[in-house]
């Protein structure tokens, strides 16, 4: 199964959360995503890249009344 960049996304949200953005790198996403650094820097060619992607998906979602569970309450790692 492959994983999505969504699947991508929730990842390095939640290892974001755990260890702050300063501290995750892509090689940390990867493995935790279980897919090879190369294959995720088909999505996603640098950490900067992911936060842009959660970045423009937490104002698509606050700006339609919903965001995650791990986006509520000011639990954002940036």
């Not at 090689?27 to 090879?36: G, L, M, P, W």
């Not at 900067?48 to 639990?75: C, T, W």
Request: no cysteine.
């Amino acid at each position: 199964m492959e994983l999505s960049k969504d699947d991508i996304l929730n990842v390095s949200l939640k290892l974001f959360n755990a260890k702050r953005l300063s501290n995750v790198s892509l090689s940390d996403i990867a493995k935790e995503s279980a897919v090879s650094l190369p294959k995720l820097k088909s999505h996603f060619n640098k950490r900067e890249d992911i936060v842009e992607a959660l970045y423009l998906q937490f104002m698509q979602q606050s700006q339609a009344g919903h965001l995650p569970d791990q986006m509520k309450r000011g639990n954002l790692p940036f």
